[in-house]
């Protein structure tokens, strides 16, 4: 599966709320699930081998988290095939996730 359009936005704590806050209201966000989820891991790559300051900091754990229960999500949702072969764009996580994904950034 190759990746989705990249979400354009900056890397800042600002963006994290935002790109949460559309994940849990799709329907008014410009961007899918995936590209969400995609983004976060961008986010998250740019601090691997970096000493983030404390507010960055903070937001590491939600990334990889938006991330990985995406990754989990597909696995436990579809087969192998399928996995091969859609897109994903239209897949979305349940909101609630986001909703708490917001509250941990609280």
């Known amino acids: 599966m190759k990746p989705s359009a990249p979400a354009e936005m900056p890397f800042t704590r600002d963006s994290v709320l935002q790109m949460l806050t559309w994940g849990a209201n799709p329907e008014a966000s410009p961007y899918s699930h995936r590209q969400i989820a995609e983004w ?16 960055i900091e903070r937001l590491l754990p939600v990334l990889t988290d938006v991330e ?36 941990q950034l609280a």
């Open 68 to 103: 990985t229960q995406w990754d989990l999500y597909l696995a436990n949702t579809y087969t192998l095939e399928e996995l091969r072969a859609k897109d994903f764009e239209a897949e979305q996580m349940p909101k609630e996730w986001f909703n708490d994904w917001l509250w």
């Open 40 to 55: 976060c891991d961008r986010f998250w790559c740019q601090y691997l081998d970096v000493d983030a300051d404390p507010e």
